[in-house]
């Protein structure tokens, strides 16, 4: 079956969050015929849905005499009540794109909620025909005045039903709410306050149904995320939601969090309050709705049958499980098994109820001990960029996102709300906390070489706080917004009189791209690796223009791939909902399908571009200025435990960004980077092993560059064969190298090294012995 032209799964939710006039009545076959008023394809469709399930092989006989052991087949109604939206504000609804389908919300809810029951027909072939009691006012001050109404109607209805036993026949109600205003979204004490009202006040009404309606599985709906969407995509079905004034900035981040949050607050409360510990009742939260993709050109028009098999499918998953996107388009089917017959309650999902309190951050700290000896800067302060020791460097900075803001770094596992908190301090290229031994950073790596380096950020905050100094990255950017943050950045710098702009030497670290990827297959184009190069170029641009004495690393982007074990491991406990909402291009493709063979593919290239625009060396035009490629992320393994799952101690609550452990290591393997030569860095780092920091030597004295890192006379041996005799020769004729062990030369000034590692044009430096670099 498919709906007219241009309807889509999003224009029909809306039509069911429309509010109709007149006073409400309940809907059902046994008041009105409803069949007859519904369109004839409706019903064919219902009749020809392919259902997957055996319920024959279940071998169910008994009903059930608890609602935690509840079997579709012990269904004999199902029902809906709620307040669906807000009305227009104009009062009028013009839609064309509709003019097949009532724009009566009663209508709709009587389509999805006989899909519903055409489901449950299948288990139980005498189940009655649906109940449906949508709301006549969606104002926000008359909503729950509304619900109640409906409330009162619906228990009467059942009540007055001839065909329901109403003491002994099981009720599977729906109850659709919508949170308007939206505050759950907003991170404040004042919108949590909202929040709890809100909670409470709903509370009352599933109290009601409590004490008048025995034998009911009732599920929870909330729909505000509908209603958002249909704003942001102007349908026109629906006024967006009022949004609260929040006293911070609704980031992508927060927002994934909020909700989360939002969710595990109904679960929690719904858990363990009384609704869970009868035998005749039960309700339970359908989160579904959080996770419906807004409807594109492209996609197939839906029918009632997605919203009822969203609701089929969560019922048959347990309690924290119910993460799924679900697919309009494929509409997978989710059956009872064996093991498992019943629709799934708190009780018998064994849900274990969070701690929804406010827990004492933990800062969360991993040091190294530092070992170097030569921790002298150079003789004079270098002229050239290809000279430069780490005792040279004066001020460091970064750009980037969440990752390089230090999001999570410092919450204490288990508390995903603190993930929103930005530990600038704990930051692995940029941040200041403590010192080496007690907090691993590259700042606090090169404080031990020149303890007066300026820039690093430390504590807590956003990038516009002066907590963050010179690090000003931004959480939730993309590589568009690095022009931005490069502009920023040098403003501060110039602005800043504590450092001298022009004579000091400065450390600036460059890392973003994976919230690109994370959204690339959302618009091929847009995050082209051609447009993802074109963004870095320009921000570098800036930088290369406007910034003297300046080592800027150019991380490359992190190999994303590995996210998607955290979030198939259901043994790892991650909050899957967070992850699905933050990275949906990485996680929500098949391991075999095009689209993730292509995210691989476009992983890769962001890469190899970002190498491409290094090595031209467009940013090596002048001696005081260059960028070098640091591609330790280039090939990620995730860490595992000893027993081989996913270490998500590795990772912040959010299971998406770095814990302080990984903030610490990343730091390390950095700087190895910035000493190893140029073509021989290492580009794959494991984080298990903990490494020791790399010091700079007689062969790795300066900060690595194109120039300075010999690659052109330099070379590795790829001889296997490399053990010495079994005993010392008593002939020079059978001699193998691995013998020898003095050398010597004679010789002029060639063989003495003159110049070997002089500059262009420096002559004062001919007369320097690089014995070193001698070939000899």
Not at 79 to 87: D, E, F, M, S, V
Not at 97 to 112: D, F, G, L, R
Not at 341 to 363: E, G, M
Not at 465 to 488: C, D, I, M, P, W
Request: some cysteine; aromatic content about 8%; glycine content about 6%.
């Amino acid at each position: 079956m498919e709906l007219p032209p241009g309807v889509s799964l999003m224009g029909l939710l809306l039509l069911l969050l429309l509010v109709g006039q007149g006073p409400s009545k309940i809907h059902s076959a046994s008041i009105e015929n409803k069949l007859t008023q519904q369109p004839q394809e409706v019903l064919q469709a219902l009749k020809n849905f392919a259902f997957p399930c055996k319920p024959k092989k279940l071998g169910l006989s008994k009903p059930s005499k608890s609602v935690h052991s509840l079997t579709p087949s012990d269904i004999k109604l199902v029902a809906a009540i709620g307040n669906l939206g807000t009305p227009p504000a104009s009062g009028k609804v013009t839609v064309k794109k509709t003019q097949s389908i009532k724009n009566e919300p009663q209508h709709v809810c009587m389509e999805a909620m006989t899909a519903l029951s055409d489901i449950i027909r299948h288990f139980n072939p005498s189940v009655l025909m649906p109940t449906c009691s949508p709301g006549k006012s969606g104002a926000a001050h008359n909503m729950v005045e509304d619900l109640w109404m409906q409330a009162k109607q619906l228990v009467r209805h059942l009540k007055e039903n001839p065909q329901l036993d109403f003491k002994k026949d099981w009720k599977l109600i729906t109850v659709f709410f919508s949170n308007t205003s939206q505050c759950h979204l907003c991170p404040s004490t004042q919108q949590k306050r909202h929040l709890i009202r809100s909670m409470e006040k709903m509370c009352e009404i599933l109290d009601y149904l409590h004490q008048e309606v025995p034998k009911a599985f009732v599920n929870l709906v909330d729909l505000s995320e509908v209603l958002a969407m249909s704003h942001q995509h102007q349908t026109g079905l629906s006024p967006a939601p009022e949004l609260c004034n929040c006293s911070e900035e609704t980031t992508k981040l927060s927002k994934a969090v909020m909700q989360w949050s939002y969710q595990e607050a109904w679960e929690g409360l719904l858990a363990s309050i009384k609704f869970n510990k009868h035998e005749s009742f039960t309700v339970v939260f359908q989160p579904f709705f959080y996770e419906v993709e807004p409807p594109s050109e492209r996609s197939t028009p839906q029918d009632p049958r997605t919203l009822a098999l969203g609701i089929w499918n969560n019922m048959m998953k347990p309690v924290g499980h119910k993460d799924e996107l679900i697919d309009a388009v494929e509409r997978k089917t989710n059956c009872p098994s064996q093991e498992s017959p019943y629709l799934f309650t708190y009780r018998n999902s064994n849900y274990q109820t969070k701690q929804l309190k406010p827990v004492a951050k933990l800062q969360v700290r991993e040091g190294t001990e530092f070992s170097c000896s030569d921790k002298k800067p150079s003789n004079t302060v270098p002229t050239t960029v290809h000279r430069l020791r780490p005792a040279d460097i004066k001020v460091i900075a970064a750009m980037g996102d969440s990752l390089t803001a230090g999001n999570g770094a410092g919450s204490k596992p288990g508390n995903v709300v603190d993930v929103l908190t930005q530990y600038r301090g704990l930051s692995w290229s940029v941040g200041g906390d403590e010192n080496i031994r007690t907090v691993t950073t590259l700042a606090n790596i090169l404080r031990e070489f020149n303890p007066s380096l300026k820039g690093f950020s430390v504590g807590i905050g956003k990038e516009n706080t002066a907590e963050a100094s010179f690090n000003q990255a931004v959480a939730g950017a993309k590589a568009e917004g690095l022009v931005t943050q490069a502009q920023r950045l040098v403003s501060l710098m110039k602005a800043d009189p504590t450092i001298n702009f022009q004579e000091d030497w400065k450390i600036i670290t460059v890392f973003i791209g994976g919230n690109d990827l994370c959204a690339s297959c959302n618009d091929l184009v847009h995050y082209s690796p051609q447009n993802f190069t074109d963004n870095i170029r320009k921000a570098l641009d800036i930088l290369h223009a406007e910034v003297p004495r300046a080592f800027v690393n150019m991380v490359e982007v992190i190999e994303i791939i590995g996210l998607r074990e955290l979030y198939k491991e259901t043994q790892v406990n991650c909050p899957r909902l967070i992850l699905r909402n933050l990275c949906p291009c990485v996680l929500k493709f098949e391991d075999d399908s095009a689209e993730f063979a292509a995210l691989v593919e476009r992983n890769r290239e962001y890469q190899k571009r970002t190498e491409e625009l290094i090595n031209s060396r467009r940013y090596d035009t002048r001696d005081d200025f260059t960028v070098v490629l640091q591609p330790f992320f280039e090939n990620v393994a995730v860490p595992r435990t000893p027993e081989g799952l996913p270490d998500n101690s590795f990772f912040a609550p959010d299971c998406f960004h770095f814990s302080g452990k990984t903030h610490a290591r990343s730091a390390v393997a950095l700087w190895r980077n910035m000493l190893e030569p140029v073509g021989h860095k290492t580009r794959q780092y494991d984080f298990e092993n903990k490494i020791p920091i790399l010091c700079p030597n007689q062969t790795l004295q300066f900060l690595s560059t194109y120039k300075n890192s010999n690659q052109d006379y330099g070379t590795w041996t790829l001889c296997k064969d490399r053990a010495p005799s079994a005993s010392p020769p008593t002939s020079v004729h059978a001699l193998r190298p691995a013998d020898i062990k003095v050398v010597a030369a004679l010789g002029d000034s060639l063989t003495a090294g003159n110049g070997i590692g002089s500059q262009e044009g420096d002559l004062s430096d001919i007369s320097t012995q690089y014995r070193g670099l001698s070939y000899g």
